[in-house]
């Protein structure tokens, strides 16, 4: 089965640097995703990661994939008050097209 | 480009009222999902639609009916509203490829609804 578990809330202070942790146990998914929400909006992508890669740098985002845990982090280097939202991962189940969403973690950065 | 828009932004409903979210996209995707979003619980998926003239089951249909009119619109019915069913709603249209194989999700705005 699908399931995506990830930490209700983070906070960090602005200026530090900020992982946001995932699990997923669906071990067929290719691509793996991590989006944004703020406030009053819909989901956006940030990036995404291949299956057969262990990382992906994307200015100040890193993601790390560790496909044997079937973990997955999200880095944000120099967090900025404006990165305050609620970040989601997401895996894609090989064969269907679909997403399905972790429970999202609610990042506060405070000044 | 408009993306994805989703009408009504608000709706309050009673409980056994019946009502339709509307979808929309103009980017030519063809494939068109509803999820609903719930504190603690994430998004869950309801129905979506891999192409035209198809539609599946997510983890969450059951008092749910989807109807994809077409290419562009996807609609959601609540036949019997329940308070259970008192969510924010989103639309998300995607295509597979762009050269990398992702299947990246487009979201609307969202649709907040309140059954009493």
């Known amino acids: 089965g699908e399931d995506v578990e990830q930490s209700l809330f983070l906070s960090v202070r602005e200026g530090d640097s900020s992982v946001i942790n995932c699990t997923y146990t669906d071990s067929s998914s290719t691509y793996l995703y991590w989006y944004k929400q703020e406030p009053g909006a819909g989901l956006q992508l940030l990036t995404y990661?291949?299956?057969?890669?262990d990382m992906k740098q994307d200015q100040r985002l890193t993601v790390l994939l560790n496909k044997k845990d079937k973990h997955l982090s999200l880095r944000i280097a120099d967090t900025q008050t404006g990165d305050s939202a609620i970040y989601f991962c997401a895996e894609s189940p090989a064969g269907f097209q679909k997403l399905v969403f972790g429970t999202g973690t609610r990042l506060l950065v405070s000044p | 480009n408009a993306g994805v828009t989703q009408t009504p932004k608000f709706q309050v409903l009673k409980t056994g009222q019946s009502m339709t979210l509307q979808c929309a996209q103009d980017?030519?995707?063809?494939?068109m999902y509803w999820y609903r979003q719930d504190p603690g619980m994430g998004l869950r998926l309801i129905y979506y639609?891999?192409?035209?003239?198809?539609?599946d089951k997510g983890e969450v249909p059951n008092g749910y009916n989807v109807s994809r009119l077409n290419k562009r619109e996807f609609s959601l019915r609540l036949e019997s509203a329940a308070p259970s069913q008192t969510s924010v709603y989103f639309c998300a249209s995607s295509v597979i490829g762009g050269g990398t194989g992702a299947n990246v999700l487009t979201f609307g705005a969202g649709s907040r609804l309140t059954v009493l």
């Open positions: 980017m030519n995707h063809n494939s």
């Open positions: 990661i291949f299956s057969n890669m």
């Open positions: 639609s891999a192409s035209e003239g198809t539609t």
